[in-house]
């Protein structure tokens, strides 16, 4: 029997981007904002600070990122049950193709080539899960969707929400003892 | 209403390879296979030639790439109808991401990053159609696949087969007419 198959999202799923941006503003506006500042918004929305986003275009932007707390033990735990791809938007950042492939490499060297995809929009993929922290791309999505809580995302409703790994894990081994 | 979505390769499909092997393999053995000699087969399966193989990691490679003949023409006129995405298993060669991406860039100009997908296994994928020169790839494709010929390619029966761009126009005329 094939496997089902997960998509998983990189940034704000198992890439951490928010502590960079935290650090962009700061130098820019000498300022660290505080959760509740950003909390409900993208940092780059925040104060016309819409210039930070063009950093997304720089070589390195994405090359030290932090991981996200349990994605390692989590991807390698669903990865005994299911076929698991890295799907990222990757797309729009010609530059972030190599840092990508490389974080992927240093943190998930156990995810084959395979199963890794740099996409633009995510009505291409097919899988029976998708966890992924924007709306959009769950909304044309034709399994189940898990929105991955990340800063811009916590008004959404429509979709079940998972606010961390331990929440992920959670889900799917109660899909798996059905 | 949903446009439907067709799924096309990169290399054999709309880039041509040949000429580079056959150059490659001319420097090496320093001899211009004809094409009864490669026809049949990959160009890195003849005489041990495999280590040609090795220069896909090269960058470069793929920058500098032949058009197949009337595959821009046909993939503006299948935009039309059909979203269309260029699906490239790139994800075995890091230092070909940003020249298949340049390269899309020069010579599909009018196709959009958001349609553009690299990866490994095909099976993530989710369209109607897909054409690709392997049919491993169409195997496991749930739409209707096209196999576009190509020298290893060419014992294959399983596929509706196309053998060049004014064939997969006529295909789909021929669906749009339905």
Known sequence: MMRKRIAIDMDEVIADV??????????????????????????????????????????????????????????????????????????????????????LKVHFPFIHWKNIVFCGDKSILRAEYMIDDHAKNLRTFQGKGLLYTATHNIHETEFTRVNNWAEVMAFFRKELAV
């Open 18 to 103: 928010t502590p960079k941006f935290l650090d962009l503003y700061e130098d820019r506006y000498g300022k660290r904002l505080k959760r509740e500042e950003y909390w409900g918004k993208k940092i780059y929305q925040i104060n016309g600070a819409v210039e930070l986003r063009e950093t997304l275009q720089d070589k390195g932007f994405f090359a030290d990122l932090p991981v996200i707390p349990e994605s390692q033990e989590g991807i390698r735990e669903l990865m005994e049950h299911y076929d698991v791809f890295i799907t990222t938007a990757a797309m729009e950042f010609r530059s972030s193709f190599e840092d990508k492939y490389d974080w």
